[in-house]
């Protein structure tokens, strides 16, 4: 069985950051690629973020040259580190893993005050 468990969200001021941190129940060298998706009340969920086994990196342009995704394949996390943050960053951020057709963890409240 896998599982994942998002952590590090929060309250912050506009122009701040927070670290989110993924934690996954198995080694992440055996997930193709995990990505971090967000949704704020009223909207779809919404892809942000995506590393693969190799590192390659893809981030939306919301959040691009502001986010930043990493892996520690000792650890079994992936990570979010989110600066310059905007009110228009405030969601529940979810960990999605592409393994056995898509795993997702429980999300993670980050808001963002003006």
């Known amino acids: 069985q896998v599982w994942l468990v998002e952590s590090g969200g929060g309250y912050v001021q506009a122009g701040g950051s927070l670290r989110l941190s993924c934690a996954a129940s198995i080694s992440i060298s055996r997930i193709n690629t995990i990505s971090w998706y967000r949704q704020a009340p009223g909207n779809q969920r919404e892809w942000v973020a995506t590393?693969?086994?190799?590192?390659?990196?893809d981030y939306a342009d919301a959040v691009k040259g502001r986010f930043s995704i990493s892996r520690d394949n000792a650890a079994k996390r992936v990570y979010l580190e989110m600066t310059s943050l905007t009110p228009e960053d405030t969601a529940v951020y979810y960990c999605?893993?592409?393994?056995?057709?898509?795993?997702w963890g429980q999300g993670t409240q980050v808001t963002v005050s003006s």
């Open positions: 999605n893993a592409k393994i056995y057709g898509g795993v």
């Open positions: 590393i693969s086994t190799g590192g390659t990196q």
